[in-house]
């Protein structure tokens, strides 16, 4: 065997035999914790602000608030009447079109109708026919908590 060479340990040694030890591979992953951490923060605040990006006044209720694993098929009434299919503007007539088109996907989707407090019940209850009559018998009205 050579003189610099430990066979046992696989470490050679040099310099009166003294030992060099190598510097280990290892990853520090406390700067990738943190970075995943603040990641996680700022999802977990922005992603209630992503859901519905159309401005409507709900009337308040003191319903308990449903909670759903999927994407709600939302549709919105604003105050001066304009309807919105998620977040595309429709027009009344062509809002049945558009349910029947999607009913074929999603038979059962529940439509989730969000209405200004100043929109009058019976134009309401015209949508909530029109979506009825597409093929969407689940609806559900979508209104705030009430103010204490």
Request: proline share 6%; net charge negative; aromatic share 4%.
């Amino acid at each position: 065997m050579g003189a610099g060479a430990d066979t046992n340990s696989g470490i050679k040694t040099g310099n009166g035999g003294r030992r060099r030890w190598k510097p280990a591979a290892e990853i520090n992953v406390t700067p990738f914790v943190d970075v995943m951490l603040v990641l996680l923060i700022v999802f977990m605040i922005s992603a209630p602000l992503l859901t519905v990006g159309i401005e409507v006044d709900l009337p308040d209720t003191e319903a308990r608030a449903m909670t759903t694993s999927e994407e709600p098929l939302t549709i919105t009434i604003q105050a001066d009447g304009t309807i919105y299919l998620m977040e595309t503007p429709v027009g009344y007539d062509e809002l049945g079109p558009r349910l029947r088109a999607i009913a074929g996907a999603q038979s059962n989707a529940r439509v989730y109708i969000r209405a200004d407090r100043g929109v009058a019940y019976g134009d309401v209850m015209r949508v909530m026919a029109r979506v009825s009559a597409s093929g969407h018998p689940n609806i559900g009205l979508v209104t705030d908590p009430a103010r204490d």
